[in-house]
């Protein structure tokens, strides 16, 4: 399989290739050069595979570079840190299928992709006999996932830098309890915002970034996505054995386009019509919606809300849709994405057919969610997590009839404890893992937002290769 650029600047490249890149170097993103399909006869004997078959079954066809042995060794390992068998299990609670996607290692989706993407740039760098370090600005979820994926690797330090005081007691807890020798959290004195631009910065020291061998974790690696497609296979084996019927919709709470994407691929890869609608479900911060219901993307201010992972404006995978849509030409996708950073708006508007033959939208208020985490709760006595509510909510709106609807749930609720104990009026139990953060040992490093402080920090610590 080779990949190319969403820009079309790039010469294809192999899936580890791909892997080590990131972000294109010509400044688009990676994808495949053809979507896969997989015949209805392979679809159906796949419905008796445990997660980590069906994950190599569903990775093999994007991965050609790396032995079966080897592949099926790392999804294995992968999915070990999760506290169940089933990995991604499916609960019913009236008309509606919730995929819990939390069971990981931080309680929350991202596991599943970087739980995997660790255990890749692990492989990949013994194999090349070099090292990594890789450098991230999180505002909270992503970067214990980050951590996760990696704590402990040999090959691979991580410096994460979060806002002092600006991350919840639960995220900060879960980042700087990780003790490992080659975990490196930063607490800048400054917001997210100061903390990105300083990461940026670094990594545009090219000098710097190449002889310091700087890696990037963020959501555009295209072995996230790929990670991602393999549950939406699950849930549609799932969900048909369970229904008798072959066609799913999906409702997902969106931020960054990334997860959502991967159900794109999905339904293009799976037979005709096993994938019905994508239901893309956003919080207040609705550019997202609003592309899909009226072609309209334009930026607007970011407001917090309650489900804070979904609090963004543009999403990062939004580009590699684009690119579809611009029938896979990568100079139309280019003039594209340029007018969108000179003028922060896209007219979508003669492309709406075409986007709603995948996609439907569905917005949540903050009212909506809480008002959904307590009447679910009510109703069936199960707890949704804020994220999770926006997908739920948004999919009881939306539901067709006849249709099977599986709402992601992205996020255990004890990672957001306090919105949702107010919305069920009770204290909620925590997982195990969550119970003692506060007793354990920690370690963080306080500095003042100074880009060269901190990248002076980075070079005293940073593996060598
Ligand atoms: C990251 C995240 C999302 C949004 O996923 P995207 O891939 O960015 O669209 C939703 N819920 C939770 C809990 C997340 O951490």
């Not at 009226?294 to 849709?321: H, K, W």
Request: hydrophobic share 35%; with cysteine.
């Amino acid at each position: 399989m080779q990949y190319i650029s969403t820009r079309g600047g790039i010469d294809p490249v192999s899936f580890t290739e791909a892997v080590l890149m990131g972000l294109a170097t010509d400044g688009g993103l990676i994808l495949p050069r053809t979507i896969p399909r997989i015949g209805s006869d392979t679809y159906t004997e796949w419905k008796d595979l445990s997660y980590q078959e069906l994950a190599f079954e569903v990775m093999s066809r994007f991965i050609d570079d790396i032995p079966e042995a080897e592949l099926r060794d790392i999804i294995s390992r992968s999915y070990s840190s999760f506290d169940c068998k089933e990995v991604a299990p499916l609960v019913h609670h009236g008309s509606l299928h919730i995929m819990e996607l939390f069971h990981g290692p931080t309680l929350a989706f991202k596991d599943v992709a970087l739980q995997f993407l660790g255990n890749i740039f692990e492989y990949l760098l013994e194999k090349n006999n070099s090292v990594m370090n890789i450098l991230g600005a999180t505002s909270g979820d992503t970067g214990s996932a980050a951590i996760y994926g990696v704590r402990g690797k040999e090959r691979i330090n991580i410096f994460i830098l979060h806002p002092h005081g600006r991350v919840s007691k639960v995220q900060e807890q879960q980042m700087t309890t990780v003790t490992d020798s080659n975990v490196f959290n930063i607490a800048i004195r400054g917001t997210f915002d100061d903390a990105q631009a300083i990461v940026k910065s670094i990594f545009n020291d090219l000098d710097f970034k190449g002889t310091q061998h700087l890696g990037a974790i963020n959501s555009i690696n295209w072995a996230r996505v790929l990670a991602q497609v393999v549950y939406y296979v699950h849930a549609c084996l799932h969900i048909s054995s369970h229904e008798n019927d072959k066609t799913v919709d999906f409702s997902v709470p969106t931020g960054n386009f990334g997860d959502i994407f991967a159900g794109y691929i999905a339904k293009r890869m799976l037979p005709e019509g096993t994938v019905r609608k994508l239901l893309l479900a956003t919080n207040s911060n609705d550019i997202l919606s609003r592309m899909v219901q009226q072609g309209d993307y334009s930026l607007s201010e970011v407001v917090p809300t309650s489900s804070p992972s979904m609090d963004i404006q543009s999403a990062s995978n939004f580009e590699r849709y684009l690119y579809y849509l611009h029938d896979e030409e990568p100079g139309r996708t280019n003039q594209t994405m340029i007018q969108f950073a000179e003028t922060g708006t896209i007219n979508l508007s003669s492309f709406q057919d075409h986007i709603q033959r995948d996609f439907v939208a569905e917005k949540a208020t903050e009212s909506d969610v809480t008002n959904c985490i307590a009447e679910f709760y009510k109703e069936y006595g199960y707890i949704l997590d804020p994220h999770t509510a926006v997908g739920v909510h948004c999919a009881l709106k939306h539901q067709s009839k006849g249709v099977p609807i599986c709402c992601l749930s992205t996020a255990h609720p004890g990672k957001f404890g306090d919105t949702v104990e107010d919305a069920i009026d009770k204290l909620i139990d925590l997982p195990r893992s969550m119970r003692n953060l506060a007793d354990k040992e920690s370690r963080c490093e306080l500095m003042d937002a100074d880009r060269n402080l901190i990248q002076e920090f980075v070079k005293n610590h940073a593996k060598q290769g």
